[in-house]
């Protein structure tokens, strides 16, 4: 969805099948602005980002390694979406990134997808 309403994205997963799945779906949805990256994404994210103006981050439970942060940091995208399914987690990120990254916070938006759980989803919007 977001390739459809940007100019080029790039996808950076370090599951390789998630890689092939994404390939999939954007052929079937005919999507050729959208290039996949396997590998670490703090890897990844060190070449992609520095021409990013819109970085989307989907990291797992634990959060953000420290190594993506820091090239999240030093390739200084204008905005930042971050999803995060630890509240916890997304906190410790949050103040890295504002605190020492100068990126202000503007929104937090919660998602319920786990009805009747203590599970909450939310997206953190940041800009520079």
Known sequence: PLAR???????????????EQARHNAAINQIKSVDFRVGPVETQLA??????DVVVLDPPRK?????????LLAAKPARIAYMSCNPTTLARDLKILCNDGGYRL???QPA?????????????????
């Open 5 to 19: 309403q940007a100019g080029y994205c790039i996808g950076l997963e370090s599951q390789a099948a998630a890689i």
């Open 47 to 52: 070449e992609a980002a520095n021409a990013a």
């Open 63 to 71: 959060g953000c390694a420290p190594a993506v942060l820091t090239a």
């Open 106 to 108: 503007t929104r937090v």
């Open 112 to 128: 319920d997808f786990f009805p009747q759980t203590a599970h909450v989803e939310c997206v953190a919007f940041l800009v520079a």
